[in-house]
């Protein structure tokens, strides 16, 4: 853990003995009674947490100080197709460890129709992925997540229009199409408009969902010529807009 996050109801309370912050605070940094430690509030600021008490329970009593801004936001949302829920988990948490501002799942008529009834979004786990990757990056703030059903349903309802993120500018609207591109996001110029970016299923988009993003302003780029993993396609796309999008919020 490169940052031990709390939420706001669990201050002034102690931690388990069983708290995996705990363990990793005790077990794995060594820290002892009055020891300062690297904290924030999820959702919140950064700052420092200090070790109060240790309980002869083995629970811990910490105090949080937190009075720094959260690291800058990626001026990127992320769509992505419905994926078996280990990989979904892995988008998650990587997503959040680059700092996007939200992720999209959307069902694609190439995907699997069983991917959608993951337990994954309802039993707590996106929420433990997203804070793993954002505890990575030394960050507080994890993206949000929205679930559409249909590529048409999210094309309708443009939901990056309705944020923060694309207040002042137009974003650049793409989709990673290694099949039928028509350019390559390599080539794309430096810009400070917000991205959002579209990920399809690993058997790639149907001919149907190409002529709807096209109809509603996107571009398909390619990342290269191989048929990428839907997390690896993620990854790659958002290293790209890290180099390509000159703006963060």
Same mark, same amino acid.
């Given at each position: 853990?490169?940052?031990?996050?709390?939420?706001?109801?669990?201050? =002034? &309370?102690?931690?388990?003995? &069983?708290?995996?912050?705990?363990?990793?605070?005790?077990?794995?940094?060594?820290?002892? *009674?009055?020891?300062? +430690?690297?904290?924030?509030?999820l959702?919140?600021?950064?700052?420092?947490? &200090? #070790?109060?008490?240790?309980?002869? $329970?083995?629970?811990? +009593?910490?105090?949080?100080?937190?009075?720094?801004?959260?690291?800058?936001?990626? &001026?990127?949302?992320?769509?992505?197709?419905?994926?078996?829920?280990?990989?979904?988990?892995?988008?998650?948490?990587?997503? %959040?460890?680059?700092?996007? *501002?939200?992720? $999209?799942?959307? /069902?694609?008529?190439?995907?699997?129709? *069983?991917?959608?009834?993951?337990?994954?979004?309802?039993?707590? =786990? !996106?929420?433990? %992925?997203l804070?793993?990757?954002a505890?990575?990056?030394? $960050?507080?703030?994890?993206?949000?997540?929205?679930? +559409?059903?249909? #590529?048409?349903?999210?094309?309708?309802?443009?939901?990056?229009e309705?944020?923060?993120?694309?207040?002042?500018?137009?974003?650049?609207?793409?989709?990673?199409?290694?099949?039928?591109?028509?350019?390559?996001? @390599?080539?794309?110029?430096?810009? !400070?408009?917000?991205?959002v970016?579209?990920?399809?299923?690993?058997?790639?988009? *149907? $001919?149907?969902?190409?002529?709807?993003?096209?109809?509603? /302003? @996107?571009?398909?780029?390619? #990342?290269?010529?191989?048929?990428?993993?839907?997390?690896?396609?993620?990854?790659?796309?958002?290293?790209?807009a890290?180099?390509?999008?000159?703006?963060?919020?």
């Open positions: 853990m490169n940052i031990i996050l709390f939420e706001e109801h669990e201050l =002034g &309370r102690s931690l388990s003995r &069983r708290d995996e912050r705990t363990i990793h605070l005790l077990k794995v940094l060594h820290k002892k *009674s009055g020891d300062e +430690f690297e904290a924030g509030i959702g919140g600021m950064r700052g420092t947490g &200090r #070790i109060e008490k240790i309980n002869i $329970d083995g629970s811990i +009593f910490v105090t949080v100080t937190a009075t720094e801004p959260p690291a800058s936001r990626l &001026r990127l949302r992320i769509a992505v197709s419905f994926v078996r829920p280990i990989q979904l988990r892995r988008i998650f948490r990587d997503m %959040a460890n680059f700092g996007v *501002s939200a992720i $999209d799942l959307v /069902g694609t008529e190439l995907s699997e129709k *069983s991917y959608r009834d993951t337990k994954l979004l309802n039993d707590g =786990g !996106s929420d433990a %992925a804070i793993e990757g505890v990575q990056s030394r $960050d507080t703030i994890i993206p949000s997540i929205s679930v +559409f059903n249909t #590529i048409n349903e999210w094309l309708k309802e443009r939901p990056w309705k944020t923060e993120m694309c207040e002042t500018r137009r974003p650049l609207l793409l989709a990673l199409d290694n099949v039928r591109a028509e350019g390559s996001f @390599f080539n794309l110029s430096p810009t !400070s408009r917000p991205a970016i579209a990920v399809g299923p690993e058997r790639g988009w *149907s $001919d149907n969902e190409r002529e709807m993003f096209e109809q509603a /302003g @996107f571009l398909r780029l390619s #990342i290269g010529e191989r048929a990428l993993r839907a997390e690896t396609a993620c990854a790659a796309a958002a290293t790209l890290l180099e390509k999008i000159q703006d963060t919020l």
